[in-house]
C-alpha cells in the first residue's frame, strides 16, 4: 500500500472477465468487507471492492490536480486486459475528497485489489495487481454475517450552536456578505469495531434506490446529488437544492409540501443559485450544454428536493477527476459567492466538515467516471478513535446541512436537517 508521496514504481495490471451471473443486491454487498466496505451502487448498477493494492492520499488546496496528475501517470502505465468495455471494468480507484482545502481529513483514490460490478444485465470481475495476472480472475467467496447492534442517533435534541450559526449566517446575508451561506450540523456516536457495515449499506441501497449508496474509507451514506459523471462520450450532473420534508402518513400534506416547495421563491431562489454555479463551472470544459426547462421536485422517501439535470458533450479529454476540481465546491453545498460562503463556514462550522460535501465516486484508466456530493452521509473512524481510546469502538460522525438565505427562519432550518438525518439514523437502527 502506498501514498501519494511515493507512488509506485511497479506497473499496475488490471484482468477484468464476465460473470456468467448477474448477482442481486445483497449478494453483490456480501463480497465486501464487513468492517471495510468499499461500495459504489445504485438500481441496477454498481461494484464492491475487497482489499487495497494502492491507496494515495493527498492534502491542501492541491488535492484535486495532485489526484489527477498521480492518476494520469498509473493509468498510461497499467496494463489493462479488459474485453467487457463497460463502465466501471478494468482498472478502476474509488475516491473520497475533503470538502475544505484547509480541512485535516486526508482525500484518498484507492485501488482495490479485487471489484465485482454489474451494470444493467452484465457483471464482472476485475483482479488489480502489481504483478502480471497469468489466470482468470474468481470469485473469492462471500463474507459471512456479523453482528449488528446499531444505535440511536439523538437528531431532535436541541442544538443551540447551529441555531444560533443560523442566525449569524442569516444577518451577515443582510447585511451583503454573501447570498446564500449552507450550514450543517454534526451528530457524534459510536459503534461496536466488530458491527457489519453491509447492514446500513443494504439498508440504504434498498430504501434509498435512486441514489447513490457509496463506502470508502469509513465514509458511507446515499448521496441524492450527482456531482458530474463521465461516461460514453456524454457527461451529466444533478443539482439538489430546495428542500422539504415528506408527510409520508398523508397524502394530501405531502401533496402540499411538494407544492410549497415547487412555489416557495425562497427555495426557487436558492435552487437558481445552486443550477447557475454548476453552469459556469462546467461550461469551459463542455459545449452543448442543457437543463431540464423548470426544476422538478425529485421525491425520495424522507424529502422532497427541487432538482435539475444537467447533460453535456466533453469538449477535450479532461478526466472526470478534472470536473470534479473544476465543480467543487458547488452553491448547493457552500453558498453564493462561493469564496464569501466557504469563509463563513469555516467560521460557523469550527469541527470542520471533513469529507462531507466533499466528492465522493469513482475513475477508471480512460478517465471516465462517476461522482457524487457526499450527502446523507456518516463517517466511520478507526477502532478506538471514539472518545474513550481501548473501548474496541469506532467513532461515527453523522452530517446534515442546508442552504441559509435571506429570511430564513433557525426552526425551520433545524427541522429540515431533521429531515435529512433520516437515511442514516434508519440505517444505523438497531
Known sequence: MKTASALPSAVLHATTRPLDRVPAQAELLAYTDPQSPLVWMRGDRGAVGIGEVLRLEFHGPDRFAAASRAWREIAAAAVIDDPVRLPGSGLIAAGTFAFSASDPAPSVLVVPRIVVSRHLGAAWITEIGTEPIERDPVLPEPFAPGPWTGLDLPVREPDPAYLAGVREATSRIERGS??????????HSSIGADEDLRVPLGRLAARYDDCWTYALDGMIGASPETLVRRTDG????????????????????DERARTDLLTSSKEQHEH???????ITALSPHVRELHTSEEPYALALPNVWHLATELGAVPDGAGSSLELVAALQPTAAVAGTPTSAAVAAIAELEPAGRGRYAGPSGWIDAAGEGEWVIALRCAQIGPVDAADAPGSGRRRLTAYAGGGIVAGSDPEREFGETVSKFAPIVDAFAP
Open 272 to 278: 437558481a443559485f445552486a443550477v447557475q454555479s454548476v
Open 178 to 187: 454573501a447570498e446564500k451561506i449552507v450550514l450543517a450540523r454534526q451528530l
Open 234 to 253: 456524454a457527461i451529466s450532473a444533478r443539482v439538489l437544492a430546495g428542500t422539504r420534508g415528506r408527510k409520508p402518513g398523508d397524502a394530501a400534506d
